[in-house]
Structure formats: structure tokens, C-alpha cells
């Protein structure tokens, strides 16, 4: 841990309406997230930057949003606090788009002050995404968790977080050092293989050329893309096909179904192209669930690939 005063700071003017927390919630995995800490009024984060190794912390008071940047990449974390933030996030034609179905339209005017982030780093999301393939969210939180703690870099800057592992590591490492973690052996050398193309991966000039790299992965398929791509470029159009639960939200908030597939899901977030992410996320932030019928399911199990 380096030294308490910041290398780098800003000072950001948000829209009145904007809510900090709600806007970067994406960017951590749970409240004990070892690479971030969000109190009150301020998001902590960890991450290697194309310059070096950083923790950046947003602060909102009185109407503005301070960024200040910690160790080597502290410069870029700060130019970049706007879009990780959420306030490069382009909203235009949503709220024509939302006029058009009644539960969005409420569901944008009460969240009408969430953005959606966009950090412009891919390997920490695809760790993330690959941990959380076909199995329940405390099961992926623990793997990631474990992972990041094996790996045990200490963050600069003030507050006691860790760096995500280094692609590079994660690349040289065995697949039985994830056993222990509760990751078997296919998403193991799934996360292998992309921290080997990882500079190839971050070098990806747009969304859609991110997810074009991505597929081209063994192991990842059109759900561990469109994680990556929606926080890591804000991509606003980008929809989970093949998770478990989502389908049942969007067909149940936007049809009353309490049941329905990707492509009655696709067919249902059609009207909203361009912006078919943000609804779902909209749908996630408002806590809209389906009915559940049978056995108890965890909110976050079972996605593809």
C-alpha cells in the first residue's frame, strides 16, 4: 500500500439526477469484493490499467463527483473516472424507447439517475463472467474471491484492496491451483486460455469487436460476452442470452409471463434495440423477479457460457 495522498484528481459535474452508487454498483461482486469497497457516498476500485496498477476512488458531494487516483496508473484512472462513473453513457433515443411500454417507462423514471459504466478493462470482467458460468452467485463469489486473494497483489492507495491477478499468472497457472477455489477443470482452462490473449483482448477497439474476440475463446460463448462487454464498454444493447433467470424477468415484467426462453426474451426486447441491456438492467435494479415455482432457485444460477 502506497502513500494516502492521491497522484491524480478531478473533479466531475454529474446530472443533478445521478446516483453514484447505483451507477457503478456493476463494478463489484459483492460488499467483500477484495478489489472494491463502496460506503456511503464513495466507490474504492482496484485495477490494472494499461499504465500500471491503480485504485481509483469517486466521491460524491454536493452535487459533484471527485475522483482521485492512487499509484502508477492513477492519470489514467482519472481520465477515465467520467466513463467508469457512467457519465459517458449515452442515453440517446431511450426515452423514446421507454414511452412505448408502461413498466419501462415507470422503471426509467424512477431509476432515471443510473448510468451504466464503462471501465474500458476486459480481463477483470472475464474473470468475473468465466467464474460465474453454470453455477450459483455464492459459489462464483467464492472462486473469484479465492482467486484474486491467491494471487495477493495489495492495491495502492489508502484502503486495504487488492489488485485482480495478472493475466499473465493466471495464464502460467495450473488448472488444480483453482480446485480448492471450487472451479473445476473446464472453466479453469476456460480463464486460462483468455488471460493468455488478454493484451489481445484489451487492445478490442469497440464492444463489437470485443465480443467478436471473445467467441473466439473455448469456453466462452454469447453470456460471458455480453458480461464482459456491458461493464467493461458500457455496451447499453448488450443481452445475457442463456441466463437461467433473465428470461422469466423480462417476459414477466413485460408480458405477465412467468416463463419464457431466449428467443420469446429477444422477441419481448426487440421494440428497445440499442438499449435492450439497460432495460434488463433496469429490471435488475428495480429487484423484479418472476414467480418461482418448485424448488428454490439462487437468483444468479445456472447461466451458459
Not at 450459483?136 to 489488485?163: M, N, W
Not at 486460455?193 to 493484451?199: F, L, N, P, Y
Amino acid at each position: 500500500m502506497t502513500g494516502t495522498a492521491p497522484t491524480a484528481s478531478r473533479t466531475l459535474r454529474p446530472p443533478p439526477d445521478y446516483r453514484l452508487v447505483a451507477s457503478i454498483r456493476p463494478l463489484t461482486f459483492s460488499p467483500y469484493d477484495p478489489c472494491a469497497r463502496i460506503t456511503s457516498d464513495t466507490l474504492w476500485w482496484a485495477a490494472r490499467t494499461p499504465i500500471g496498477p491503480a485504485t481509483l476512488a469517486l466521491q460524491s458531494s454536493g452535487g459533484e463527483l471527485r475522483a482521485d487516483g492512487y499509484g502508477p496508473g492513477a492519470g489514467w484512472m482519472v481520465e477515465h473516472a467520467d466513463a467508469i462513473a457512467g457519465l459517458r453513457d449515452d442515453l440517446t433515443g431511450f426515452a423514446d424507447l421507454a414511452r412505448s411500454h408502461p413498466v419501462v417507462a415507470r422503471l426509467a423514471a424512477q431509476h432515471a439517475g443510473l448510468r451504466l459504466p464503462a471501465t474500458g478493462l476486459i480481463f477483470p470482467r472475464v474473470l468475473r463472467a468465466v467464474f460465474e458460468q453454470k453455477v450459483t452467485g455464492k459459489e462464483a463469489y467464492r472462486a473469484y474471491a479465492a482467486t484474486v486473494r491467491h494471487f495477493a497483489e495489495p492495491a495502492p492507495g489508502p484502503v486495504s484492496l487488492l489488485l485482480p491477478p495478472e493475466p499473465a499468472a493466471v495464464a502460467a497457472a495450473p488448472y488444480w491451483v483453482f480446485h480448492p477455489f471450487g472451479v473445476e477443470q473446464r472453466r479453469a482452462e476456460t480463464l486460462r486460455r483468455a488471460a493468455a490473449v488478454a493484451d489481445r483482448l484489451e487492445r478490442s477497439a469497440d464492444s463489437s469487436t470485443a465480443t467478436r474476440a471473445l467467441l473466439t475463446i473455448n469456453g466462452i460463448g454469447p453470456w460471458t460476452a455480453a458480461e464482459v462487454v456491458r461493464v467493461a464498454y458500457g455496451d447499453a444493447d448488450a443481452v445475457s442470452v442463456g441466463d437461467y433467470h433473465v428470461p422469466n424477468t423480462v417476459a414477466w415484467a413485460l408480458a405477465g409471463e412467468a416463463r419464457a426462453d431466449d428467443a420469446r426474451m429477444l422477441e419481448l426486447l426487440e421494440p428497445f434495440r440499442g438499449h435492450r441491456g439497460r432495460v434488463c438492467r433496469l429490471l435488475e435494479a428495480a429487484g423484479i423477479h418472476a414467480p418461482r415455482f418448485g424448488p428454490r432457485m439462487p437468483i444468479r444460477s445456472f447461466a451458459r457460457y
